[in-house]
């Protein structure tokens, strides 16, 4: 799963890395940088613009699926992962598949290990410095809300190390086909892998969201506890 999540990439880098142009209302007020991303909160994707597959936008949306059809928003925390395996049955994202489909930009997430009955978490990020480009799913929903979830998968060797499951983090090759592809390229998220990623153990700290700052992402002792 995914539940927490680092993005403080700035928004120009992001566009020149996605070739992705920056919707009006998005370059005048962008995001604050955040290291503690929490479901409900605002966040960026990068999608096609008007349909159109050979132009890309980044766009701000809030982490949490509200489908069209929804009769209210009280259930968005719960949509903030979306299986793959599962894609196709579940109501709330099977109707998006084929036209709403779109990246959310990482620049690292979290996730914990339990040893001991105690949870350990960590930092995954690429190795290269660049944001994973995590597959996901976006909505509209009444008055213009507009909402994603992000994609996982069953997690490979490495990450199971720590947790059964991860976000599909997309080759940035095979963005376009992502993007524009008739129908879902599942070959894409089933080939997707930890390969290129780096795991590093960090504070406690990020467990409560009101820590929200650079140190969280810094190389932490196993013992480290809350501060």
Not at 2 to 12: N, Q, Y
Request: proline share 7%; glycine share 6%; hydrophobic share 45%.
């Amino acid at each position: 799963m995914c539940g927490r999540f680092v993005l403080s990439t700035p928004i120009e880098a992001l566009a020149e890395i996605f070739e992705a142009e920056i919707a009006a209302d998005v370059r005048a007020a962008p995001l604050a940088p955040s290291w503690n991303v929490a479901p409900t909160r605002r966040v960026y994707v990068v999608r096609t613009r008007d349909g159109e597959a050979s132009r890309r936008e980044l766009a701000v949306v809030s982490w949490g699926l509200v489908p069209s059809w929804a009769a209210d928003t009280s259930r968005a925390a719960n949509a903030i992962n979306a299986r793959l395996e599962t894609l196709a049955e579940k109501p709330t994202f099977r109707h998006l598949l084929a036209r709403h489909r779109c990246v959310v930009p990482m620049t690292g997430y979290y996730e914990w290990s339990t040893t001991g009955g105690s949870k350990q978490p960590w930092y995954v990020h690429r190795e290269d410095g660049l944001p994973i480009a995590a597959a996901g799913l976006w909505s509209r929903w009444r008055d213009g809300l507009e909402t994603c979830a992000v994609i996982t998968r069953e997690a490979d060797a490495r990450i199971a190390a720590i947790h059964h499951r991860m976000p599909v983090p997309l080759d940035h090759a095979d963005l376009d086909e992502w993007l524009s592809a008739p129908a879902l390229p599942r070959h894409l998220c089933e080939a997707a892998g930890s390969a290129g990623l780096a795991l590093t153990r960090v504070s406690t700290r990020v467990n409560r969201v009101r820590h929200d700052d650079p140190s969280l992402v810094e190389a932490a002792a196993p013992e480290t506890l809350f501060g």
